[in-house]
């Protein structure tokens, strides 16, 4: 939530005010098809507090080009806004949103006055074409209206002529930038940024898995050789990190 004091985060992305619908959305109008599991029904039900179409990014309301091929459809963009009561399954949301949404879509989530920003690449399912597949993601967390982020995305600066070109120039920025806050790296594109990213992922990921295995009752010796393999993917990620701090 914002007050006058409070920087809209959308004027910081200088969105098209044409575009600006600001438009309240029935939350069954998401979970009330055949796809959605009963578990999937409750993050609507439970989680989410409201659901706010912000924009709707149209050939009408911009000065883009709709963008398709065999595998993608970016005919527009939408901006929605996902007030939670719970962010604590916001991760599953969203993909709830990319994958069976037929519109890309940025996803901003606000609980109390932070927010995390969300965006996927996607294409259609060849298997299932009423599912998109989602090829890439990216959530920032934890992020305040005055925040950086909203300024870098602001939609002016992006070289676009069509939507597709349009959220892959936002993804790369997202990806540059959360490198560069969580990893310490500046100067990457965004792929480089993306693979870095990944490749800390996974091994943190390892890392917890062997932690996980360390508190087993296993023998000593065991103890030890995970303890080992854990120091050794570290230096890892420090190497990824450039020697800084994880």
């Known amino acids: ?45 439970k989680d989410i507090e409201r659901i706010t179409l912000r924009y ?29 009561r719970s962010d604590a399954r916001r991760q599953r949301i969203a993909e709830l949103f990319w994958q069976y949404l037929p519109r890309p879509q940025v996803l901003i989530f606000e609980a109390g006055e932070r927010y995390a920003l969300a965006l996927a690449l996607v294409r259609t399912n060849q298997a299932d074409r009423t599912r998109n597949t989602v090829e890439e993601a990216l959530t920032m967390d934890d992020l305040a209206a005055t925040d950086a982020i909203w300024a870098q995305l602001a939609y002016p600066t992006i070289p676009a002529t069509d939507f597709y070109q349009l959220v892959r120039g936002a993804f790369d920025r997202m990806s540059v ?39 087993k009752d296993v023998p000593f010796q065991r103890k030890a050789e995970l303890n080992m393999k854990i120091k050794r993917i570290e230096e890892q990620r420090k190497a990824i990190h450039g020697g800084g701090r994880k």
């Open 177 to 215: 930038e959360k490198a560069r806050r969580e990893l310490g790296l500046a100067g990457l594109d965004g792929a480089a940024a993306r693979q870095a990213l990944v490749c800390d992922a996974a091994l943190a990921q390892e890392i917890a898995e062997l932690r996980a295995q360390m508190k």
């Open 56 to 84: 709707a990014l149209t050939p009408e309301t911009t000065h883009l080009a709709p963008y398709r091929d065999d595998v993608r459809d970016y005919g527009d963009v939408l901006v929605l806004e996902i007030a939670l």
């Open 1 to 45: 939530m914002t007050d006058e004091t409070t920087p809209d985060i959308y004027e910081q992305m200088q969105l098209p005010e044409a575009a600006r619908l600001d438009e309240r959305m029935a939350k069954h109008l998401f979970y009330q098809q055949p796809r959605f599991t009963r578990r999937d029904e409750a993050l609507f039900t």
